[in-house]
């Protein structure tokens, strides 16, 4: 609410235990992820060539998008022509709250809200380039490569609950250490509540 966007990198959500709940995804940052009955994978060993016959899907990964900086928020997509349906969407289910949390920010004023941040992110020391796009999720039947660009919004269709938008940085800082950015108060476009009470509330969705 203060307005400091605290963000963590890629290796850091790459490399989270299983214990800290979905906030952890080892699947973070890859370029390909392949079906292994649609490949041929060979070993050589002393001059004899094996072929190999491995289960599941193999990923292929760059360690320099482990560098990039992300800031991640629950984002529900609305569909208006089904406005019962779009106000049941938008509410966090158990699984979110259990692993992320019980409090909640509800950002009133998204395009003011990216307007500030896009101005800290200009002036911000270190920022090399940034974009911000929903998440988009493949399904485990996935065969394939991602382009560079979607690699960062890329994810499993075991994470597609969380219904993700995240904002992701390059910056001159190799390491995956976290990165922070001051956009100043945000108390004016946002409401602070309970997850809970978030949802016990009557929303309404209507085409204007």
């Not at 699947?27 to 994978?41: D, F, N, P, T």
């Not at 900086?69 to 289910?93: G, H, M, R, T, W």
């Not at 998204?110 to 988009?136: C, M, Q, S, T, W």
């Amino acid at each position: 609410m203060n307005g400091k966007i605290y963000m963590c990198s890629l290796g850091y959500f790459k490399g989270l235990e299983l214990a800290q709940g979905t906030k952890g995804d080892p699947l973070e940052g890859i370029g390909s992820y392949l079906q292994a009955k649609r490949l041929i994978v060979e070993l050589e060993v002393n001059g004899k060539k094996v072929n190999l016959k491995p289960e599941g899907a193999m990923t292929i990964g760059d360690e320099g998008y482990r560098y990039l900086k992300v800031f991640c928020l629950y984002a529900p997509e609305i569909d208006l022509s089904d406005p019962a349906q779009a106000a049941n969407n938008i509410k966090p289910s158990a699984k979110m709250i259990e692993d992320f949390g019980r409090d909640l920010v509800f950002i009133t004023n998204p395009n003011e809200f990216k307007r500030r941040l896009e101005i800290a992110l200009k002036e911000k020391r270190g920022v090399e380039k940034y974009g911000y796009d929903h998440v988009r999720y493949y399904n485990s039947s996935h065969h394939g490569h991602f382009d560079d660009s979607e690699i960062p919004f890329s994810k499993h269709e075991e994470f597609d609950f969380q219904k993700e938008f995240r904002i992701v940085l390059r910056t001159s800082d190799k390491s995956e250490s976290s990165f922070e950015v001051e956009i100043g108060d945000i108390r004016d476009i946002c409401i602070e509540l309970k997850a809970a009470e978030f949802n016990e509330r009557n929303l309404k969705f209507e085409a204007i």
